[in-house]
């Protein structure tokens, strides 16, 4: 485990679970959304596949996410684990709500300066609706690349609920 991606939906404990095992394992660790959110009003890095190439390259990191798509398939072609937190709607979404809340409430700067805020918690694109939305179409395709066979050389561990995912930890 030297090059690990954390996959899941929003709210699933990536980043959390990523500084974690960094630390443990002495890794290398990229928050994915730092990296593609660089500015106020949600602008994006214009060089972030670049970025993101040239951070996999080596020979130890942790990334928290299953890839934005440009990237998706570099990540994969370069990690040797993957972290699958694949965790029911009934635990993500308790968790992206408590989050986003706070977030809210204490106008806590995120990616790029950027903040949520009350307006836009009635768009699509809100971490709240996006876990709702994309919890079964990001499910399937962790699963579908999780048994493609190009990507058979991946260790592949996956958790169904945050106590075997603390369990494993713990093990380590």
């Known amino acids: 485990m030297e090059r690990i991606l954390v996959v899941g939906v929003t709210g699933a404990g990536k980043s ?14 990229h928050e994915m959304d730092a990296l593609h959110f660089t500015g106020p009003d949600w602008a994006t890095n214009e060089t972030f596949a670049e970025d993101v190439s040239r951070l996999t390259a080596g020979s130890r990191w942790i990334v928290d996410s299953l890839g934005y798509p440009e ?53 699509r694109e809100h971490p709240v609706w996006w876990a709702w939305s994309q919890h079964a179409p990001r499910r399937a395709e ?13 260790a ?16 380590l």
């Open 142 to 154: 962790i699963a579908r690349r999780a048994s493609d066979p190009r990507f058979a050389p991946l």
């Open 71 to 123: 990237v998706r398939d570099l990540l994969w072609d370069r990690a040797d684990t993957v972290i699958w937190l694949d965790y029911p709607k009934r635990v993500i979404m308790p968790r992206v709500l408590r989050r986003s809340l706070r977030r809210t409430v204490t106008r806590e700067r995120i990616f790029g300066g950027n903040r949520e805020t009350w307006r836009g918690w009635l768009s």
């Open 16 to 29: 959390t679970l990523a500084r974690a095992l960094a630390g443990r394992l002495d890794l290398t660790y």
């Open 156 to 171: 592949v561990h996956r958790f169904g609920h945050p106590d075997e995912t603390a369990s494993w930890l713990a093990a």
